[in-house]
T-cell receptor, first 115, second 113 residues
Framework: AQSVTQLGSHVSVSEGALVLLRCNYS??????LFWYVQYPNQGLQLLLK??????LVKGINGFEAEFKKSETSFHLTKPSAHMSDAAEYFC?????????????FGSGTRLQVQP | SAVISQKPSRDICQRGTSLTIQCQVD?????MFWYRQQPGQSLTLIAT?????????ESGFVIDKFPISRPNLTFSTLTVSNMSPEDSSIYLC??????????FGQGTRLTVV
């Protein structure tokens, strides 16, 4: 069965600093990979996804992530943090070519941005 | 993309009562799902809502407690039955077409008193 591990339940960075949120997956076949953001009292918004092709994917709000099969990782980065990036971030996976279409979510990482 | 409208957005309910949450998608979708997000935690899948047949429940969730309907390709309901304070959570509807990304409603914040 697939699973997702997000290292670090809380990450704090200064405004303008690099953001790095870690995600590792466990799956017998490389899955589809997603990063979602959740702002307070809101639903989830897709930041970016990896399905096939280029392993470096760019998303909204300046975020990007790199799929590394050898490391079973899909870490999320942003070169320069902004105060508006403060939110909860979830990594999620979905199996390929199976009947199970539901996403499996990691435990989430709360990003704080200090002025 | 798909826009999902979920209602109510929040409710405070008495223990022992039931609440039905509605989820409307602005386009036909293959798959619809219901998740629970307990305070400060991640999303846990309750069930997959199947159009025209019984929902598929995850381990730990049963139909008597969380009956689900999906009468067509754009609409689903989740009922939280015989509520207790432990049911206080955010309930999220999700839709997915094929293997594309999943879209989410704004969630229903439920407080049981």
């Amino acid at each position: 069965a697939q699973s997702v591990t997000q290292l670090g339940s809380h990450v704090s960075v200064s405004e303008g600093a690099l953001v790095l949120l870690r995600c590792n997956y466990s799956s017998s076949v490389p899955p589809y990979l997603f990063w979602y953001v959740q702002y307070p009292n809101q639903g989830l918004q897709l930041l970016l996804k990896y399905t096939t092709g280029a392993t470096l994917v760019k998303g909204i709000n300046g975020f990007e992530a790199e799929f590394k099969k050898s490391e079973t990782s899909f870490h999320l980065t942003k070169p320069s943090a902004h105060m508006s990036d403060a939110a909860e971030y979830f990594c999620a996976v979905s199996e390929r070519d199976t009947g199970r279409r539901a996403l499996t979510f990691g435990s989430g990482t709360r990003l704080q941005v200090q002025p | 993309s798909a826009v999902i409208s979920q209602k109510p957005s929040r409710d405070i309910c008495q223990r022992g009562t039931s609440l039905t949450i509605q989820c409307q998608v602005d386009s036909q979708v293959t798959m619809m799902f219901w998740y629970r997000q307990q305070p400060g935690q991640s999303l846990t899948l309750i069930a997959t809502a199947n159009q025209g047949s019984e929902a598929t429940y995850e381990s730990g969730f049963v139909i008597d407690k969380f009956p689900i309907s999906r009468p067509n390709l754009t609409f689903s309901t989740l009922t939280v039955s015989n509520m207790s304070p432990e049911d206080s959570s955010i309930y999220l509807c999700s839709a997915r077409q094929g293997f594309t990304e999943a879209f989410f409603g704004q969630g229903t914040r439920l407080t049981v008193v």
